[in-house]
């Protein structure tokens, strides 16, 4: 059984930094995309950065303000957001080979 945990959200002033941590249990294969989304209230959840095959995506409105890494064991999955800005302010969640989903951490810019 395929488990995420997300782990590192919390308050923060605008401009400042946090990173998120997904722990990923179970097994999934080698090729599967592994990434991060995050939804605002009243807003659909929507892509913020995704790792597959080598290649990692950015949602144009965090380029150059937000980094996704994935370990090479695929056991575990990061997102360092620095410049944070109040419209950041969503429910994060990792996703693995678009089938497996974290409960989310919350992420408050303020």
């Known amino acids: 059984q395929v488990q995420l945990v997300e782990s590192g959200g919390g308050s923060v002033q605008a401009g400042g930094s946090l990173e998120l941590s997904c722990a990923i249990s179970?097994?999934?294969?080698?090729?599967?995309?592994l990434g991060w989304y995050r939804q605002a209230p009243g807003e659909e959840r929507e892509l913020v950065a995704i790792?597959?095959?080598?290649?990692?995506t950015l949602a144009d409105s965090v380029k150059d303000r937000f980094t996704i890494s994935v370990e090479d064991s695929k056991k575990a999955l990061y997102l360092q957001m620095n410049s944070l800005k109040t419209e950041d302010t969503a429910v994060y969640y990792c996703?693995?080979?678009?089938?497996?989903w974290g409960q989310g951490t919350q992420v408050t810019v303020s």
């Open positions: 179970g097994f999934i294969s080698s090729s599967c995309a």
């Open positions: 996703m693995a080979c678009s089938l497996y």
């Open positions: 790792s597959s095959g080598g290649t990692t």
